[in-house]
C-alpha cells in the first residue's frame, strides 16, 4: 500500500527583538513607505544573542508537542538553513542532541527554497519507508550576514524557525513535489566569501531577481496544478515563501488565486528564508485558518537558484 508523509504537527519561534521600517528610517536612506510598497514588509525579527540551533530548538518542540510525540520517536531530522551556527557540525546534529533525539540529522542548504527541498526529501523517506516520522525545521539567522549599510537588502530579511513533523500514513499527505535548481545566476543573489574570509554579506541584484522569481514561480505552480489535475479553485491555501508581496501577489494572479486564498506574514516577519513557510503554514494553522483536509500549495525559490513546489493534502 502507497505511503504518504503527512504533516502532525507544526510550530515556530521568533526572537523577541523587532525592529520596525521606522527604525531602519534611523540609519538607512530609506522609508517606511517605500519598504511597505515595495515589499510588503513593516518590521522582522532579529536575534541578540540567540543562534540558528536555538530558533530550530524552540521551533520544533512546539513542532513535536502538537504532534503528540517524544523527540525519541524522530527516524529524521531535516535541517534547511543558509546560516549554519558552524561550517561543520551540521546545525541539524546540535538541535538532534538539544532536544534528545538519537536519529540520523542533515542540514540541507537551498537557500530560500530551503524547506521545500528538504520537506521533497523527507517525503521520499517516508514514501520508501526508511522513516516513519520525520522532523523538518527551516532555521535562519539572515541578520548576521546581511550588510546592515546596504538598503537594498537590511529592509527585505529577518530572522526564525518553523518545523513540521512529517508521519507515514496509507491515505493522505504529500501528493506532489517538484524542486529545480539553476546554476548561472550566481552573482544575482549570494554571499561574498568563499568559506575564506570569516564572514561575508548578501549582495543581490533585487530587480533581476524579483523578475525571474515571478516568472520560475508562476510556471511552476501553473504546471504543480496541472499534474495534479486541478485548479486554483481546487486550492485551499496558497502558503507561499514570503519574499516580497509583490512576488506572491503576481504569482496568485498568473494561477487566478484570489489573495483571500493566500497566507502572508511577510510584513510582520520580512523574508526569513527556508523558514518562511513552516512559519507562515504555523501561524495559520494555530489561527484556524488551515484546516485537517485542507489542500495547500508551498512554493518558493532562493539563490543558485533554486525553486520548488509541493502540493499537500493537509
Ligand atoms: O527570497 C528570494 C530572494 N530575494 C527576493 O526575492 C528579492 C527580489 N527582489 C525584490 O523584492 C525587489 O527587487 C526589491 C524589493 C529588492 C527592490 O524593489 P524594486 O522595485 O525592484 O526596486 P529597484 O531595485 O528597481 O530600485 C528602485 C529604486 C532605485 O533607485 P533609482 O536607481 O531608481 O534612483 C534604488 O536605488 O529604489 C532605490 N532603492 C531604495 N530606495 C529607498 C533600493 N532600495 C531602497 C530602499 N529605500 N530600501
Not at 551556527?85 to 537557500?111: E, R, S, W, Y
Not at 502558503?239 to 498568473?254: F, G, T, Y
Request: glycine share 8%; aromatic share 6%; net charge negative.
Amino acid at each position: 500500500m502507497k505511503k504518504f508523509a503527512r504533516i502532525v504537527g507544526t510550530g515556530s519561534y521568533l526572537p523577541p527583538r523587532i525592529i520596525t521600517n521606522s527604525e531602519l528610517e534611523k540609519t538607512l536612506d530609506t522609508t517606511d513607505e517605500w519598504i511597505t510598497s515595495r515589499t510588503g514588509i513593516k518590521e522582522r525579527r532579529v536575534v541578540n544573542g540567540e543562534s540558528t540551533c536555538d530558533l530550530a530548538l524552540e521551533a520544533s518542540k512546539r513542532a513535536l508537542e502538537m504532534a503528540e510525540m517524544s523527540a525519541s520517536e524522530i527516524d529524521l531530522i531535516i535541517l534547511a538553513t543558509t546560516t549554519p551556527d558552524k561550517i561543520f557540525p551540521a546545525t541539524a546534529t546540535m538541535l538532534q542532541n538539544q532536544i534528545g533525539a538519537t536519529c540520523p540529522a542533515f542540514d540541507l542548504q537551498a537557500v530560500c527554497a530551503g524547506f521545500v527541498f528538504a520537506l521533497t526529501t523527507a517525503q521520499q523517506y517516508i514514501e520508501n519507508g526508511a522513516a516513519n516520522n520525520v522532523l523538518v525545521v527551516g532555521s535562519e539567522t539572515y541578520s548576521r550576514i546581511i550588510d546592515w549599510s546596504d538598503r537594498s537588502t537590511a529592509i527585505l530579511f529577518g530572522d526564525g524557525a518553523g518545523a513540521v513533523v512529517l508521519s507515514s500514513n496509507n491515505s493522505t499527505g504529500i501528493m506532489y513535489s517538484k524542486i529545480l535548481s539553476d546554476g548561472r545566476y550566481l552573482s544575482s543573489l549570494h554571499v561574498n566569501n568563499n568559506y575564506i574570509n570569516e564572514t561575508g554579506t548578501i549582495e543581490m541584484a533585487g530587480n533581476e531577481v524579483y523578475k525571474i522569481a515571478v516568472n520560475r514561480l508562476s510556471e511552476l505552480a501553473e504546471e504543480t496544478l496541472k499534474d495534479c489535475n486541478m485548479t486554483s479553485d481546487d486550492l485551499t491555501w496558497m502558503v507561499p515563501h514570503q519574499a516580497n508581496i509583490r512576488i506572491i501577489s503576481a504569482v496568485a494572479k498568473r494561477i487566478k488565486l484570489p489573495m483571500s486564498k493566500v497566507v502572508l506574514t511577510i510584513e510582520k516577519h520580512g523574508n526569513t528564508s527556508a523558514a518562511s513557510i513552516p512559519l507562515a503554514l504555523d501561524v495559520a494553522v494555530r489561527d484556524g485558518r488551515i484546516k485537517k483536509g485542507d489542500n495547500l500549495l508551498f512554493e518558493g525559490i532562493g539563490g543558485g537558484f533554486s525553486w520548488g513546489s509541493v502540493l499537500v493534502e493537509y
